[in-house]
């Protein structure tokens, strides 16, 4: 089960990524041009690890590892002084509500770092299904009804956690924020 919903994340997420989705980047300038760069740049990163945790790749943590790293860097707030306020001019994909919810759009930039960087911990673990140099967690089902939330504050589960589960659990974690975060500010077209 696991397993098919980490796969239906990854194909959502890649068919998201190569359907054209994001605008042209021609006609952006300044901040609006400043953000496409960098969402551009996770964007590069979510498709190699899609493939990797979609099994169209063999598994590389160091893959995973560099992945995470341009992510991070990209996330929290690297990510948010990307935002000013106003800042829907040109081709931008920004909806209004980034400002409206800023709270909560600071809280998902914060939870994409947190989650990538974990992730970037998590690679040497392999994944779940044993596909990688074998799961610290084996097969045991730390996604299992009600497990998860026992362990979860409000922000989640911890770093060091998260750093102890399979690379393709907290990938999960990271698609999901993304869509998460995309869903509610940014528009499609």
């Given at each position: 089960m696991k397993s098919t919903l980490v796969m239906g994340a990854v194909l959502t997420l890649s068919a998201s990524l190569a359907?054209?989705?994001?605008m042209a980047h021609g006609g952006?300038?300044?901040?609006?041009?400043e953000r496409m760069e960098s969402m551009k740049e996770m964007k590069r990163s979510m498709k190699s690890m899609s493939a990797i945790f979609s099994g169209k790749s063999a598994y590389d943590a160091e893959v995973v590892k560099k992945a995470a790293q341009v992510i991070e860097t990209k996330s929290g707030e690297a990510m948010t002084k990307l935002f000013p306020e106003g800042s829907v001019h040109g081709p931008s994909e920004a909806k209004p509500e980034i400002w409206q919810e800023w709270d909560r759009f600071q809280s998902l930039a914060e939870q994409?770092?947190?989650?990538?960087?974990?992730?970037e911990k998590a690679a040497d673990n392999g994944m779940a299904s044993g596909n990688a140099q074998g799961s610290m967690m084996g097969n045991s089902s730390m996604m299992g009804s009600g497990t998860m939330s026992s362990m979860m504050g409000d922000q989640g589960p911890s770093e060091e956690h998260l750093a102890?589960?399979?690379?393709?659990?907290?990938?999960?974690?990271?698609t999901d924020t993304c869509s998460s975060c995309h869903t509610r500010y940014r528009v499609e077209e």
């Open positions: 359907s054209g989705v994001v952006a300038s300044g901040i609006v041009k994409l770092k947190r989650y990538s960087r974990a992730l102890e589960m399979p690379a393709d659990a907290v990938f999960q974690m990271l």
